[in-house]
């Protein structure tokens, strides 16, 4: 059972890193954990359904409640205290295409607007039910996760598009092949879902960005149907793939998903090695995705990100800071964690390749046990924000883009902006965490104390937010690189798109959807 | 100075090799030449133009024929014959964005229609002056052909959009950089126009096709303008770069344009390799790229065209089929050429693994003489059409793309439906000329004997033409994988984009370009 007001199982919950509330402790002061509401009295505070139950729609509180809100920072503060705003009046749980566009009729008829869900874990209120005099109807695709199709010698694998992370490994596996798409949200995230939003996975350097992966599918749309055959290539005009990825629910439901896939590699590992100074980790980072180093992975922490992570790495954590000592890589050393996935020849060759390039900037290996450990919590930061919620902390991430002149430069604005956005201390570390041939993303976790109402903590997160928007466009990022735009990021979009860019976007929407049925409020006004 | 009814440069041709005409002669019977226009004669025939001369505007004779036609083939018969059809009433050429924007206001203010024109060589009658009512001003680009910027450390490149290949490559290996990108019409063709018709260059297994090398740019819309920031990646909503993508001059003028650049590789290398059958060198080509050998270039030619190839090598053709006889690959066998770039290591270990694929294959290597024999002759096919031209011979390609389990068939139908196209025998030949993981584009070259009418020639192609068309669709391949769209495939587009797709292209073009200004029917009506 998922927990109805966070992240995860809380059966099998992860541990918050020991270290972790001394750290906080010392950096921000004491925490004061908020009272949670209960869901009895969520559910029970549940206005009545503007939809009428049955022929596919359920108007049961418990799933209406469910389907509320997404795993934003305000959706957290809505979940935990209770105050929920516009519930969906209706959730649907179609089983096909044909189930779909049969909603949308419906919808359309009843005067409703449509959500389209998959895992529900946006980050940036691209699934919360909007607010106004139009009944919310939400359609959770996740009953079509069935792989319809493999296509072996074209490497192609078509399911049903609410399939979910861990299933599409199961059953691509069972044949020999992978997809390798692992975003954070992966244990919840869907096909669909990470399509809509221009998912970016933990490995896409090797395996590529959803944009790469997606190769065709279907789309069931108020307009018509929208189906996207797997070509490996075209030049027939625009790529409609395109306008699909990235559409947020605003142009159709995805209903079914063609992937490119691989077979299973014979290695998948992650190792580490520690660099002397900022400058010379992102230096290593860029030279070995600029000179081709077959990598899946590059993440590089700050200094101050690495520190944490010693420290939060217990007893190994220590040992290793006590060897890096002893090797003079000090006070601004930087982690840098790399993945190499393939044959074991290759794995070999790129493992020694990095190897140089890191001794030559003066950094030492620190081999696979660290990067093992990464691997064992690669999807677990999630579960900590409910560890920290309880004793007081907020968490949140903010991510963007930027070309290689540009990162050093941003990472210092916006940590800065974050710092600098509250009376009192703000807990800030960063990472790149993909790195292209042309820049990098940028990926910075805060951590500030929570306040009693959940009001005043909204309050602190909208000013650490709007800082950091504004140091990421003044810094020459992008408004996101894997999170989407949903609500947090909408009204900031236009700048980055421009005039004659929105009105394209809008344009399209128009096209798909002539009355606005679909997600209206996300992605654009 | 450039042919005016034709490809290339007289004082620069290529000769026919020496055992082509034979083997036409044989295959197809004799041709008849028919006779070709004078310039004389068409600048005098030329009609007065519907615009004003000044301000911009040239209405000199000669300008307004050398921008009439593209190089399709309905361009050849055109200005072969002297019938033009439509000429532009003037031509502008523009230095700068502002001057592009000038030129739209206008056009616009004249009841103008604006045909972008960038090296004038498309294939599918992209830039033909539109007939109708409306004076045509046809937009020449290429006095924007600028460096502006070179950003070495994120490896990016921002052109003026009329630049064509050669000047970019000499501009960026003055700096140690290339950009790749080697289209058949290299020589002329633009950077503006690679991105405006999705173009893909020869090597783009190692260098990326034109999606992957467009990072950003600036585009003059009569609607605004829509700047596209080079970002390496971004979430942020539908990816615009990509509706400008295959865009054939619809949506706006591309001013600038930002590439991804690299540094020049240490090595470059073609080699060759024959497989004793076409299944086998199929699953050779389909096993290297799926593999993830890198490889800058696969290109694989059926047993046809493989024996065409080595009958028009000349003695060394004969002596390469002689060596080849005498190991037992015999009249099946098919000729894979692949390129290898990048730093040495990488090239010995790449060609290396080619070699054993090859051998497990019961191929045979035949080094690197007859990949050099193709680098020389790399950009030569269009010269050869005018030879074949004069001597009565019609040529001209169709290319498509589709996913690997679909190749074979669709080559046998593809080559089926040229050969039965007419009443008399017609030669034709395919290639894989781009592969995928997930599939292959498939290049078909076909000749045919001309009609002393212009207008019968044409009947003959366009019967070629739509049998060929036909095969593409019914076989599972896309419409065009690096030609495009322009006239000659627009009618056959909605089959390939669905009624819905067809709408968002139509909202697209009218977001931007509100009036239909821009190259009016191409692409789409």
Redesign the interface.
């Known amino acids: 059972m998922e927990r109805w007001n966070g992240w995860g199982d809380p059966d099998h919950d992860v541990a918050l890193p020991a270290a972790l509330p001394g750290l906080l402790l010392h950096e921000l002061g004491p925490g004061t954990p908020p009272q949670d509401a209960l869901l009895a009295d969520v559910l029970g505070a549940a206005p009545p359904p503007r939809l009428p139950a049955g022929d596919g729609f359920s108007t049961d509180a418990l799933d209406r409640v469910l389907h509320a809100r997404g795993q934003s920072f305000p959706d957290l503060v809505a979940l935990r205290s209770g105050q929920l705003g516009t519930l969906p009046d209706a959730v649907a749980h179609p089983s096909s295409a044909a189930e779909v566009r049969a909603l949308l009729e419906r919808a359309s008829a009843a005067g409703a607007v449509v959500v389209p869900y998959g895992g529900g874990t946006s980050v940036v209120g691209g699934i919360s039910a909007p607010p106004g005099d139009a009944p919310v109807l939400t359609v959770d695709v996740r009953r079509m996760q069935q792989l319809h199709a493999l ?1 072996e ?4 694998a078509t399911f049903g598009a609410g399939v979910a992370g861990p299933q599409v490994e199961a059953r691509l596996r069972a044949h020999g092949h992978t997809l390798g798409h692992y975003p954070q949200s992966f244990e919840r995230s869907t096909l669909g879902g990470w399509v809509a ?4 996975g933990q490995q896409s350097l090797g395996f590529g ?1 959803i ?1 790469d992966l997606f ?1 065709g599918g279907r789309l069931e ?1 108020p ?5 996207l ?12 793939r ?7 629910g605003r142009l159709g439901i995805l209903t079914d998903v063609t992937v ?1 896939v ?2 299973l590699p014979e290695a998948d590992v992650v190792a580490g090695a520690f660099l002397p100074s900022w400058d010379s980790a992102v230096t290593v980072a ?1 030279t070995l995705v ?1 000179d ?1 180093t ?1 990598l899946s992975m590059v993440r590089l922490s700050t200094p101050a990100e690495t520190a944490a992570s010693l420290l939060m790495g217990g007893r190994a954590g220590r040992a290793m800071a006590a060897a890096l000592d002893l090797r003079r890589l000090g006070g601004q050393r930087c982690l840098l964690l790399f993945g190499v996935t ?1 044959g074991a020849g ?1 794995v070999r060759s790129a493992r020694r390749h990095v190897t140089h390039v890191v001794r030559a900037a003066g950094g030492v290996g620190a081999g696979t046990p660290i990067g093992r450990s990464w691997q064992r919590g690669r999807f677990s930061a999630p579960y900590l924000r409910n560890h920290l919620w309880e004793r007081g902390y907020g968490v949140d991430t903010v991510e963007t ?6 990162v050093p430069g941003l990472v210092e604005r916006l940590e800065a902006a974050l710092h600098g956005a509250l009376e009192e201390r703000v807990h800030v570390g960063t990472h790149l965490s ?1 790195v ?6 940028v990926y910075t976790t805060f951590v500030f104390r929570l306040c009693p109402d959940p009001a005043e903590t909204l309050q602190r997160w909208a000013r650490l937010k709007a800082a950091a928007l504004r140091a990421i466009a003044e810094g ?10 949903g609500l947090d ?1 909408r009204d900031a ?1 236009p700048a ?6 929105m ?6 929407t ?3 959807d002539p009355a606005g049925l679909l997600n209206p409020g996300k ?2 006004r």
Chains 1, 2 share one sequence.
């Open positions: 296509d010698h074209s490497r192609l939003t221009r998912s970016s960005r944009e190769a749309a307009a018509g149907t929208l189906e055959q797997p070509f490996p290539a075209s030049a027939a005009g625009p790529d409609l395109q306008a699909v990825l990235g559409s947020e490119r691989r077979r860029r600029q081709g077959p393939g290759t883009a930027a070309v290689w002149s540009s993909h292209y041939r042309s820049g990098s993303s020459g990022g992008t408004l996101s690189h894997q999170h989407g735009v990021h979009l980055e798109k421009g005039p004659l860019g009105a394209a976007l809008a344009a399209l128009t096209a798909f992605l654009l």
